[in-house]
Nanobody, 125 residues
Framework: QLQLVESGGGLVQPGGSLRLSCAAS????????IGWFHQAPGKAREGVSC????????LYADSVKGRFTISRDNAKNTVYLQMNSLKPEDTGVYYC??????????????????WGQGTQVTVSS
């Protein structure tokens, strides 16, 4: 059974940093593009970033460009999201999702096959 587990969320002050991890079990991530999504309270899930299966291509939402960095370590079967200069509007649950194939399918949730349970990020002073 394909399973993704996010970790690394928490409470951070504005301007702070967090690194989220998305670990896979039951399958290897080598053949999957991975996306990160953000769901703010009371709002729809929105795409934040995506990385191709090889790690050679990345995609970012305009709201996080220059602040967030996605990366992957296929040897560790893990994808990371480094979040810097965090803002209160970054608060919410962050989900990772896997799509079989090389290229990022973009930020349309139904394009992804498997989802993690999410990790809470709260940016507040």
């Amino acid at each position: 059974q394909l399973q993704l587990v996010e970790s690394g969320g928490g409470l951070v002050q504005p301007g702070g940093s967090l690194r989220l991890s998305c670990a896979a079990s039951g399958f290897t991530l080598d053949n999957y593009a991975i996306g990160w999504f953000h769901q703010a309270p009371g709002k729809a899930r929105e795409g934040v970033s995506c990385i191709s299966s090889s790690g050679g291509d990345t995609l970012y939402a305009d709201s996080v460009k220059g602040r967030f960095t996605i990366s992957r370590d296929n040897a560790k079967n893990t994808v990371y999201l480094q979040m810097n200069s965090l803002k209160p509007e970054d608060t919410g649950v962050y989900y990772c999702a896997a799509d079989w194939g090389h290229y990022c399918p973009g930020f349309v949730p139904f394009e992804y096959d498997s989802w993690g349970q999410g990790t809470q990020v709260t940016v507040s002073s």
